[in-house]
């Protein structure tokens, strides 16, 4: 199983970190290790003192595919999700400097969070899809599938064009704005469509 990130997928928040507005989607991958196992704790790494949440929307491959058009690329994807792409941005800002990969800031393990999975419906496809993190009860991020630059299938057949997609592979598809810091103790709940997703205590 693969996990693929997407970043800078919204104008919003490539601005908000300082960085240009991609012109082609930006993938970095997280190891099958990275994924936070349900009923798992999630603890605050050791190695970082800037934690950052980004709430993003994830599709679940459900056919194994590569060069896959974008005209076909719905029927590689079924169900979504959101989930949390996981940032030790102290890290990455020192690693972003230097010019190295990103590894380190955000392939660690439990740094992807995923909630219960929802079916892509027709509906979701056509009008596109909500999404919200709450972070002790205070709405942090709130997005809309609508905003990404490049939208699901777009991103199916670019990422194709580069790695083979199998199913149960994830792809987190971006972070709108409004990212920022948790520290222990923190509760980050994040909605799909108004309808809770997880719950996830910073331990
Ligand atoms: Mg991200």
Redesign the pocket.
Known sequence: MKIF?I?RNYVDHAKELNNEVPTEPVVFLKPKSALLQAGVPFYYPEFTNELHY?A?LVLRVAKNGRYVPQRHAHKYYNAITVGL?FTARDIQNELKKKGLPWEKAKAWDSSAVIGSWFDFTPDMAKNGIDFQLDVNGETRQAGHSSDMIFHFNELVENITQYFSINIGDLI?T??PAGVGEVVVGDVLEGYLEQEKAFRLEIK
């Open positions: 990130c970043g980004e993003e792409d987190f971006g972070t």
